[in-house]
């Protein structure tokens, strides 16, 4: 009896366990006694539905019912014609979803039919069915409501069970209702039946409206990036740009051999000292920030002393210059660096056509921006650094006949920009790792001599050569945000120029070049020098 009473009040299993006692019962196959009626007496009536399930074979479901009702009087369900269905406005401010009260004189009871005293409304004995909590099974009775079907005593008409309007009660525990899944608009839709309990209360079915897709959000304002977007602010764009406008200000220093002292071969063997102006502009999109002109000029000094050899000569010197690199950001704003460097330097030319060129350099090197801010407030930053490089130039010249001449070249650089860590004028924090380059350029210089005589030479060339950064790569730290710079990739440099004897002692040279590559354009370079023997 415990284990079949433990049954009986579990949800789940109540209603089996009463229709099994009643189709017992009807057919005759058990006895009512005392202690067995609460089987009987919990709410609610059987339905048709479910009195066909425990049929006896060969028996009708009219005979089967009166039998039940003459042994348990209450226990099958009397059908009532179902009521129209009155929408009823949804709830006012303050109101719980579903609210409702029922009128004085007896009011529609959603899905069933007007009360009155004594008597137990359908909708009321039949709530156990399609009205529960959730999205599955019945409500059951709460404890001390009533009589046995769960009316309040005196036959007084009954609340409406939660959630059937009137005021919803506590939720069931996962597991009990069913999963709740997306809620329905209040007052858009069906909000009864099976899903939420007592009956419609819209103004006909309407689905959910489908969930916009979540843009991820915008970054902070930090001043590394625009406000609202993943774009790099104008104060941290320029401080990536600058930390990389030092390649290009070196690359405009080491040139090569015949734009720093012109034809050493047209010279005698002498010592001597030399100058030269030079000047480049250069687009550059280092992959992070945005891209940035660069128009850079300077100057070089420079003195040597001539060494014999038995198949050639040496010329060993020492080189000062300045070099001033303006930059023009893109959208506005910019940037300065200032280069002061001295180097030193050792050529030699063999008498057969080979020669090879170094030198060495080191430079001191101011970095400044000033840029305009997305609120149109002025931002300054600066720093200074040092940097270091060395170049190898090889090279062999092949005489034709004609005063023609092939000269196939290659040479090998490398750099390193020091980095610094400093604070713009807004706050914004600016970390510089430095610079690195690893430059190889192969070329092919081409061209002829014309003596014109009394010791005047003129000698016109063109060269075409590739350029390749190996390196190039830099990491920039903007409010502790990594950036790395990156200007590797090769250019086509095309180059046209004039070396010329205007006598005993004196040396004119220049040159005009072209270059294209991926990360760096250089519509113009020129240099212009002048070199006098002893």
Same mark, same amino acid.
């Given at each position: 009896?415990?284990?079949?009473?433990?049954?009986?009040?579990?949800?789940?299993?109540?209603?089996?366990?009463?229709?099994?006692?009643?189709?017992?019962?009807?057919?005759?196959?058990?006895?009512?006694?005392?202690?067995?009626?609460?089987?009987?007496?919990?709410?609610?009536?059987? =339905?048709?539905?479910?009195?066909?399930?425990?049929?006896?074979?060969?028996?009708?479901?009219?005979?089967?019912?009166?039998?039940?009702?003459?042994?348990?009087?209450?226990?099958?369900?009397?059908?009532?014609?179902?009521?129209?269905?009155?929408?009823?406005?949804?709830?006012?401010?303050?109101?719980?979803?579903?609210?409702?009260?029922?009128?004085?004189?007896?009011?529609?009871?959603?899905?069933?039919?007007?009360?009155?005293?004594?008597?137990?409304?359908?909708? %009321?004995? &039949?709530?156990?069915?399609?009205?529960?909590?959730?999205?599955?099974?019945?409500?059951?009775?709460?404890?001390? *409501?009533?009589?046995?079907?769960?009316?309040?005593?005196?036959?007084?008409?009954?609340?409406?069970?939660?959630?059937?309007?009137?005021?919803?009660? !506590?939720?069931?525990?996962?597991?009990? #209702?069913?999963?709740?899944?997306?809620?329905?608009?209040?007052?858009?839709?069906?909000?009864?039946?099976?899903?939420?309990?007592?009956?419609?209360?819209?103004?006909?079915?309407?689905?959910?409206?489908?969930?916009?897709?979540?843009?991820?959000?915008?970054?902070?304002?930090?001043?590394?990036?625009?406000?609202?977007?993943?774009?790099?602010?104008?104060?941290?764009?320029?401080?990536?740009?600058?930390?990389?406008?030092?390649?290009?200000?070196?690359?405009?220093?080491?040139?090569?051999?015949?734009?720093?002292?012109?034809?050493?071969?047209?010279?005698?063997? *002498?010592?001597?000292?030399?100058?030269?102006?030079?000047?480049?502009?250069? &687009?550059?999109?280092?992959? %992070?920030?945005?891209?940035?002109?660069?128009?850079?000029?300077?100057?070089?000094? #420079?003195?040597?002393?001539?060494?014999?050899?038995?198949?050639?000569?040496?010329?060993?010197?020492?080189?000062?210059?300045? =070099?001033? #690199? $303006?930059?023009?950001?893109?959208?506005?704003?910019?940037?300065? &660096?200032?280069?002061?460097?001295?180097?030193?330097?050792?050529?030699?030319?063999?008498? #057969?056509?080979?020669?090879?060129?170094?030198?060495?350099?080191?430079?001191?090197?101011?970095?400044?921006?000033?840029?305009?801010?997305?609120?149109?407030?002025?931002?300054?930053?600066?720093?200074?650094?040092?940097?270091?490089?060395?170049?190898?130039?090889?090279?062999?010249?092949?005489?034709?006949?004609?005063?023609?001449?092939?000269?196939?070249?290659?040479?090998?650089?490398?750099?390193?920009?020091?980095?610094?860590?400093?604070?713009?004028?807004?706050?914004?924090?600016?970390?510089?790792?430095?610079?690195?380059?690893?430059?190889? $350029?192969?070329?092919?210089?081409?061209?002829?001599?014309?003596?014109?005589?009394?010791?005047?030479?003129?000698?016109?060339?063109?060269?075409?050569?590739?350029?390749?950064?190996?390196?190039?790569?830099?990491?920039?730290? =903007?409010?502790?945000?990594?950036?790395? %710079?990156?200007?590797?990739?090769?250019?086509?440099?095309?180059?046209?120029?004039?070396?010329?004897?205007?006598?005993?002692?004196?040396?004119?040279?220049?040159?005009?070049?072209?270059?294209?590559?991926?990360?760096?354009?250089? !519509?113009?370079?020129?240099?212009?020098?002048?070199?006098?023997?002893?």
């Amino acid at each position: 009896m415990h284990i079949y009473e433990n049954m009986n009040r579990a949800t789940p299993c109540r209603g089996a366990v009463r229709a099994l006692a009643l189709a017992l019962l009807g057919a005759g196959m058990w006895t009512l006694s005392p202690a067995s009626t609460w089987a009987l007496e919990l709410p609610p009536p059987l =339905t048709d539905e479910e009195l066909r399930l425990v049929l006896p074979t060969g028996m009708s479901l009219d005979d089967f019912k009166r039998g039940l009702e003459q042994a348990a009087p209450g226990s099958v369900a009397t059908p009532v014609p179902p009521l129209p269905k009155v929408p009823v406005p949804g709830p006012g401010p303050g109101a719980s979803p579903g609210a409702g009260s029922s009128p004085p004189g007896g009011s529609e009871v959603p899905g069933g039919a007007p009360s009155s005293p004594g008597e137990k409304p359908p909708a %009321v004995a &039949d709530q156990g069915k399609g009205q529960g909590n959730g999205a599955g099974g019945g409500q059951p009775p709460q404890a001390g *409501a009533g009589g046995a079907n769960g009316l309040p005593p005196g036959g007084a008409d009954p609340k409406p069970p939660a959630a059937a309007g009137g005021d919803a009660g !506590p939720k069931p525990p996962e597991g009990e #209702g069913g999963d709740e899944g997306p809620q329905r608009p209040q007052g858009g839709g069906e909000q009864g039946g099976g899903e939420q309990g007592g009956g419609e209360q819209g103004g006909g079915e309407q689905d959910a409206p489908g969930v916009p897709p979540v843009a991820p959000a915008p970054p902070a304002d930090n001043g590394v990036y625009e406000p609202g977007t993943h774009t790099l602010s104008a104060p941290a764009s320029a401080a990536v740009s600058l930390a990389s406008s030092s390649h290009g200000v070196w690359q405009a220093e080491m040139n090569a051999l015949s734009k720093r002292m012109g034809e050493l071969r047209l010279t005698p063997v *002498a010592g001597g000292v030399w100058g030269r102006a030079f000047g480049r502009r250069q &687009d550059v999109d280092n992959r %992070v920030a945005r891209e940035f002109r660069q128009t850079i000029s300077g100057f070089e000094l #420079g003195a040597d002393t001539a060494l014999p050899v038995a198949d050639g000569r040496w010329h060993v010197g020492a080189v000062a210059g300045y =070099t001033n #690199g $303006r930059i023009k950001f893109d959208r506005g704003g910019t940037g300065d &660096d200032d280069s002061v460097h001295v180097g030193a330097y050792a050529t030699y030319i063999e008498d #057969g056509g080979f020669y090879m060129d170094g030198i060495v350099r080191v430079s001191r090197i101011r970095h400044a921006f000033k840029v305009d801010d997305a609120k149109g407030r002025r931002v300054r930053g600066q720093y200074r650094g040092n940097g270091v490089g060395a170049s190898l130039e090889l090279g062999k010249r092949f005489t034709w006949p004609g005063a023609w001449y092939v000269e196939p070249q290659l040479e090998v650089a490398a750099f390193h920009a020091q980095g610094a860590d400093y604070t713009a004028s807004n706050g914004l924090r600016i970390k510089d790792d430095g610079t690195n380059s690893m430059l190889g $350029r192969l070329g092919l210089h081409v061209g002829r001599q014309f003596d014109l005589g009394d010791g005047r030479v003129v000698q016109p060339y063109m060269k075409l050569s590739w350029v390749q950064e190996f390196d190039g790569k830099g990491t920039v730290r =903007t409010n502790d945000i990594r950036h790395k %710079v990156r200007l590797d990739g090769g250019r086509a440099e095309l180059a046209v120029g004039v070396a010329s004897q205007l006598g005993k002692h004196g040396s004119l040279f220049g040159s005009y070049e072209y270059a294209k590559g991926s990360r760096q354009t250089m !519509p113009w370079t020129f240099h212009i020098g002048y070199r006098y023997a002893w």
